[in-house]
C-alpha cells in the first residue's frame, strides 16, 4: 500500500475545503457576521403560499396534502411537503459543513466541482480554480438572489453526479457506483426536474461517446458492463426519490405541464404553450455574456438613468421635469430580446481555457463537452432560433415541460470549467512542445481578438431595442452612448483578466513561478474576475434583518378581513397583480397566488373567463358600481373579499359571493369540456350547474330540494359540510 504524503495527498484537499469555505463566509458575510438574511422574491411568494400547510404540520403533525391557500385550492405535492429521507438531509448537512441554507448551496457547488475535475486527472491546485469559476458564475449568484434555491441547489450537485458516472467507466466500479447512488439522491432530493433533464442530457452524450470509444477499442463488452453498473446506480439513487417523483408525475397530468381537456380552445400542445415556454430567449449573440458581461448592457433592472455619470441622466436633466420623470422608466440599460434578464457570466479565463481544451484535451472529452456547451447555447436561444428549438419543444421527450430556456446555460457552465481545466492539464505536462504553445497562443488571440474587437466596434452598433425608436432622438443617443461605454469597458475588462491569467500560465510554463504558485495565482485571478462580476447582482440590497417579516405583516386590509365574522369561510380576490403574488395567500384563501405549475383546468379557466371577468370587475368598480350577477364566476369560487390595496377603505365586501356549497335547481348539461367551460363562464350559476354528461351522467336535469349546506370542519385536504335540505336536491362545492 502506497503510504499516504501529507503534503502531496492531504494538503491540497484541505487547502481546498479551507478555501472554498472562506470565500463562501467572506462573498456571503452579512448572513454570517451581520445578523442578516437572503432577501428572496421568490422564496417570499412560496412561504407565502406555503403557509397554510406549515401552520397545519406545526399544529397536528401531520402533512397536508391540499391546500386552499392558492388559485382556490391545489395539490400540495409542489408548495411544502416532507418526505422522509433524513439519511440524504444528514448527508447534505455533513457535505455542506453544517453552512446556514441557502448559501451552503455555493460551498456544496465548490466541492462537488473539485471532485469532478479530480476524477478527471485535473490536479488540485488547478482544480480549485475551476471549481470558484463554476460556484461564483454570475449564473448561480444571480440565480441564488432571485430565489431560484431548487435550480440552484440541484445544479451545485449535478458535478457530483458526473465525476460518479465517471469513476465507473474508469473502473472504478464500486466507488463509482457509490458516488453516482449518493450524488444522485442528493440531486433528486432537491427536485427540480429541469435540471435533472439538463443532467441527463450530459450524461446521454457522455454515454453515446463512451459507446463510440468502446465499439473503435473493440472493449464494448467492458462497456456493457459498467453501463449496468450505471444504471444500478441510478435505480439506488432514484429509489430514494420515487415518493416525490411519482407524486410530481401524477399532478403533472393535471398540471399546466399536462395535456389539455379542451379542443377547440386548446393550445394545441401536451405541455406548456411556446409563446410562453420560450418567453425568456437569449438572442443570438447574447452568449456572449459568457465571455463579457455587459455586452448587452447588463441587468434589464439596471436603469441609466440612476448613474449620475451616465449621459442619460445628463440628457435628462437637460429636459422638462415631467418629460425626464417620464422618460426616466424606460432607460434600461438592457438592449436585449428579453423582458427581463441579467448576464450570465463564465469568467473570461475559463473562455480562454475552454478554447484551449478544444484544441488539447483528450478527444473524446473534447467531443463531450464541446457538443454539451454547443447544445446549451444553442437551447438557450430558444425562439430565436425555431428551427431547432421548435423541433426539439414538439418531438424532444418530456422538453415542452420546461420553461426559460435561458437556463439551458447551466450546460456549457458545467462544460467549460472543466474542458478548460483539462486542456490546462494537457498544456502543462506538455509545454515544451512547440506546436500545443502555439495553440496556447492561439487561445489568447481568439479570446483576447473578440474581446478588442468588442471594443472597436461597440459604436456601430444600434444598441436600441423595440419599442424605443419611439423615444426622442436626443434621450435615445444618449442611452446608445452609454450602453456603447458598458460593452466596452466589460469587454476591455475580460481582456485583462485574459492576458493577466494567460501571462500567469506562461510564467509557470516557463518556470518564473513554481506550479503550485501558478495554480493559486491563476485561481486568485479566476476568484477576483468572478467575484467583481456577481457582486454586481448581489450587494447589500440583497439581504434582510433576520427578524425582519415586513413582507408578511398584515395590513389594515388583511386585519380587517381577518376579523370579520360575517364569512367564516372565504376567498379574497387580490386585484394587485393577482396572478403574480402569493403574499395575500399568507393571510387568507386567494383566488389567485403564484406558482409555476397551476392546475391546467385552473388556468384554462382564467385565460378564457376569469380574466376578463376580472376586467370588467375592475371598470365597474372604477365606475362606481358593485359586483352583481354579471360576475358569477368570481361568486362561484366563494370571493367574498375584493381587496385592492392596503388600508380598510380599499376592501369591497361581495355580498353576491356563493359560499361554501349552494343547492341548484337546475342542470346545464353539456357533452366536453369546450362546452363545459363556455357555460360555465356565460350563465348564472347560482341556480344552475353545468356538468359533463359523458363523465358525470345524470338521471335528472331539474331539482326541487331546498336548504342550506355550510361548511363546519376546515382542515387543509380536510372540509366537513352540514346539510340540511328537503326533497331531491343538488349541491355545488
Known sequence: ????????????HLAAVIIFLLVTVVFFRPVFFGNKTISQHDIQQWEGGAKELMDHREATGEE??????????????????????????????????????????????????????????????????????????????????????????AMAFMPLVIAGVHLIYKKNLLLGLGLTAAALALHLRVNHLQ???????????????????????????????????????????????????????????????????????????????KDYAFQYSNGIWEPFTLLVPNVFGGASENILAADQDSKT??????????????????????WGNQPLSAPYYAGAIIILLFVLGLMLAPGPYALWLGIVAALGIVLSWGDSFQAFNYFMFDYFPGYNKFRSVTFALTLPLIAMPLLG?????????????????????????????????????????????????????????????????????????????????????????????????????????????????????????????????????????????????????????????PWNEARTSYHHQSIGGYHGAKLKR????????LQGNIQDLIATLQEGGRPDERFGPLHMLNAQYIKYGNQKENIIENGAAYGDAWLVNEVISVSNADEELEAVCNHDLS?????NTTQFPLNQTEYAGSGAVELVTYQPGYLQYKASVTGQSLVVF
Open 602 to 609: 385552473y388556468q384554462e379557466f382564467y385565460d378564457h373567463c
Open 1 to 12: 500500500m502506497k503510504k499516504v504524503n501529507f503534503i502531496r495527498d492531504v494538503l491540497p
Open 421 to 577: 481545466m483539462l486542456g490546462l492539464e494537457r498544456f502543462l505536462e506538455n509545454n515544451s512542445d512547440k506546436k500545443i504553445l502555439k495553440k496556447f497562443y492561439i487561445a489568447i488571440g481568439v479570446t483576447g481578438g473578440i474581446c478588442l474587437l468588442m471594443v472597436l466596434i461597440a459604436g456601430m452598433l444600434r444598441m436600441a431595442k423595440e419599442g424605443e425608436s419611439e423615444l426622442p432622438a436626443w434621450l435615445l443617443n444618449a442611452m446608445r452612448a452609454d450602453r456603447q461605454s458598458l460593452m466596452r469597458a466589460d469587454a476591455f475588462r475580460s481582456l485583462v483578466f485574459i492576458v493577466f491569467g494567460g501571462g500567469v500560465i506562461w510564467l509557470g510554463v516557463k518556470n518564473t513561478l513554481k506550479p503550485v504558485t501558478m495554480a493559486l495565482g491563476l485561481s486568485l485571478i479566476i476568484l477576483v474576475d468572478l467575484w467583481g462580476v456577481s457582486s454586481r447582482y448581489f450587494g447589500d440590497q440583497k439581504y434582510q434583518r433576520k427578524s425582519d417579516r415586513s413582507f408578511f405583516m398584515a395590513s389594515e386590509a388583511d386585519r380587517t378581513i381577518q376579523d370579520a365574522e360575517a364569512y367564516p369561510h372565504y376567498r379574497v380576490l387580490n386585484l394587485m397583480n
Open 313 to 334: 441622466f445628463k440628457a435628462l436633466r437637460s429636459a422638462d421635469p415631467q418629460t425626464a420623470n417620464q422618460a426616466a422608466r424606460y432607460t434600461a440599460s438592457y
Open 687 to 691: 341556480q344552475k350547474a353545468v356538468v
Open 195 to 273: 435540471v435533472t433533464y439538463y443532467l441527463l442530457l450530459i450524461l446521454l452524450i457522455y454515454g453515446f461517446v463512451q459507446a463510440y470509444q468502446s465499439i473503435i477499442k473493440k472493449e464494448t463488452a467492458s462497456f456493457i458492463k459498467k453501463t449496468g453498473v450505471v444504471l444500478l446506480a441510478a435505480i439506488l439513487g432514484l429509489s430514494s426519490f420515487t415518493g416525490k417523483f411519482w407524486s410530481t408525475y401524477e399532478y403533472g397530468k393535471y398540471s399546466t405541464r399536462g395535456p389539455s381537456e379542451l379542443v377547440t380552445k386548446s393550445t394545441g400542445t401536451q405541455g406548456l404553450a
Open 64 to 153: 397536508g396534502l391540499w391546500t386552499n391557500s392558492m388559485f382556490s385550492g391545489m395539490p400540495a405535492y409542489l408548495i411544502n411537503l416532507e418526505w422522509s429521507d433524513q439519511p440524504i438531509q444528514w448527508l447534505q448537512k455533513v457535505l455542506s459543513l453544517g453552512l446556514p441554507h441557502p448559501v451552503r448551496i455555493i460551498f456544496i457547488a465548490f466541492l462537488s466541482y473539485y471532485i469532478l475535475l479530480l476524477t478527471f486527472g485535473v490536479r488540485p491546485w488547478v482544480a480549485i480554480g475551476g471549481a470558484l469559476a463554476f460556484g461564483l458564475s454570475s449564473f448561480v449568484i444571480i440565480g441564488l438572489g432571485a430565489g431560484h434555491n431548487a435550480r440552484i441547489g
